[in-house]
């Protein structure tokens, strides 16, 4: 799969359900939860579940190039890392579509380039409003940094709960999963990974 695909999934590919065929499939889901659609409570619900989702899910309108484009040169030779760390996020699994709550951790080891650090979060946002595994998301946030900006390396990490491990299932609150990617310097050497991890928890 190449790069292209892999960071930003076709949405164009297929045909985008219109307003009322999405708000229909509210009212079947609404009913299939074992509620009335009719209700006066819930006559504006698939309307507002529309909306909510084009907002929960608008990384898929979104190319992190757009966002990664914009560097800047002129940092007097700083080379060393640029660690963002404590991105908080919202995204939602794949397979259940509820939550996934978390924080991410991005560092690069700039290249002469160095991004707007606004721009670390904007991409960890794109990703984050999409359907995701965690290892997916946390692989695609390095990636998209990787290519766009050529750092000499780049870390992330995730720290993040899945409510389909706590509202439901095997019901296990409080646990955390840890996911991480290293690309260029920090995969290569240890000790850059050291420095990465010890930077994200020491406090
Ligand atoms: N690797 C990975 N697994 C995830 C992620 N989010 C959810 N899952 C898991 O996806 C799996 C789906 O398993 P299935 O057996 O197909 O679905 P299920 O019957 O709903 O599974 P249970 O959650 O065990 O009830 C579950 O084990 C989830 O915990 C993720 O980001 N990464
Ligand atoms: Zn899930």
Redesign the pocket.
């Known amino acids: 799969m190449d790069a292209i695909v892999k960071n930003f999934p076709q949405v164009t590919d297929f045909e985008r359900p219109s307003q009322q065929e999405a708000e229909d499939a509210i009212r079947v889901l609404l009913r299939w939860a074992g509620d009335d659609p009719r209700r006066e409570g819930l006559l504006d619900t698939p309307a507002r579940v529309a909306k909510a989702y084009r907002e929960l899910f608008g990384g898929y309108e979104l190319n992190p190039e757009d966002v990664l484009g914009r560097t800047f040169e002129e940092v007097s030779g700083y080379d060393d890392i640029v660690l963002e760390r404590d991105i908080p996020f919202y995204s939602h ?4 579509m509820v939550p ?1 709550i978390g924080k991410a951790h991005v560092a690069y080891l700039p290249s002469g380039r160095v991004l707007g650090l606004s721009k670390i979060a904007r991409v960890v946002d794109i990703f984050a409003r999409r359907l ?6 946390t692989a695609q946030i390095a990636n998209a940094i990787d290519e766009s900006l050529r750092p000499r390396g780049v870390a992330v990490m995730i720290d ?1 709960e ?1 409510m ?2 706590s509202m ?3 019901k296990k609150q409080g646990s955390s ?1 840890l ?1 991480m990617t290293f690309t260029g310097a920090f995969k290569a050497d240890p000790a850059e990974q050291a420095r990465f991890m010890s930077l994200v928890r020491g406090r």
């Open positions: 699994c794949e397979h259940h996934i995701q595994t965690q290892e997916a998301m993040a899945h389909c491990m439901r299932g095997i999963t996911t």
